[in-house]
T-cell receptor, first 114, second 114 residues
Framework: DAGVIQSPRHEVTEMGQEVTLRCKPISGHNSLFWYRQTMMRGLELLIYFNNNVPIDDSGMPEDRFSAKMPNASFSTLKIQPSEPRDSAVYFC????????????FGPGTRLTVL | AQSVAQPEDQVNVAEGNPLTVKCTYSVSGNPYLFWYVQYPNRGLQFLLKYITGDNLVKGSYGFEAEFNKSQTSFHLKKPSALVSDSALYFCAVSLNTGFQKLVFGTGTRLLVSP
């Protein structure tokens, strides 16, 4: 099993540009999560999907952030326009739905906004 | 509000000595508790979880955790630390929302010296 796949692994962009992060969950998993990790705020849940439907997006910082899951094997997190304070490591995780099931994390995308 | 606390930012231990990384929780109802480990430039990896039953849970890489309901704690332990155990450790609790949503602690950095 390839695990959760994220691309790109590193992204450097300039303020104001659009950034799209991609995630392929583990096959068969029906829950998907987007997290952001920074030194200041630690690990934050941005949004999560169940069966491709967004369940809770209360962690999305503002309207500049959007996430989609068009099918069970693909999700995107988009930032438009990007700002320097968006610089962070963004993780995607997937799991089987249910309170007792562990999440499997991807390797992350390190985003730097100049 | 449901939450977890990791009171120590860093734990230092000599190789071969036992280690403990502390976690306390605050939840309504029965807690589902998890430990994850993050190595440098990697995503989080699942170590172990407590759902119900035996208070001592065994996990990956020789780690175990003890659930203590009266003290609302879920401390991570290992009898003999290895230098390779040096990493960032996160405690998490699953919210009883009907869908799996983890709330993570702030993380504890474990440093094992040779």
């Amino acid at each position: 099993d390839a695990g959760v796949i994220q691309s790109p692994r590193h992204e450097v962009t300039e303020m104001g540009q659009e950034v799209t992060l991609r995630c392929k969950p583990i096959s068969g998993h029906n829950s998907l999560f987007w997290y952001r990790q920074t030194m200041m705020r630690g690990l934050e849940l941005l949004i999560y999907f169940n069966n491709n439907v967004p369940i809770d997006d209360s962690g999305m910082p503002e309207d500049r952030f959007s996430a989609k899951m068009p099918n069970a094997s693909f999700s995107t997190l988009k930032i438009q326009p990007s700002e320097p304070r968006d610089s962070a490591v963004y993780f995607c995780a997937s799991s089987l739905a249910g309170l007792v099931n562990e999440q499997f994390f991807g390797p992350g995308t390190r985003l730097t906004v100049l | 509000a449901q939450s977890v606390a990791q009171p120590e930012d860093q734990v230092n231990v000599a190789e071969g000595n036992p280690l403990t990384v502390k976690c306390t929780y605050s939840v309504s109802g029965n807690p589902y508790l998890f430990w994850y480990v993050q190595y440098p430039n990697r995503g989080l990896q699942f170590l172990l979880k407590y759902i119900t039953g035996d208070n001592l849970v065994k996990g990956s890489y020789g780690f175990e955790a003890e659930f203590n309901k009266s003290q609302t704690s879920f401390h991570l332990k290992k009898p003999s630390a290895l230098v390779s155990d040096s990493a960032l450790y996160f405690c998490a609790v699953s919210l009883n929302t009907g869908f799996q949503k983890l709330v993570f602690g702030t993380g504890t950095r474990l440093l094992v010296s040779p």
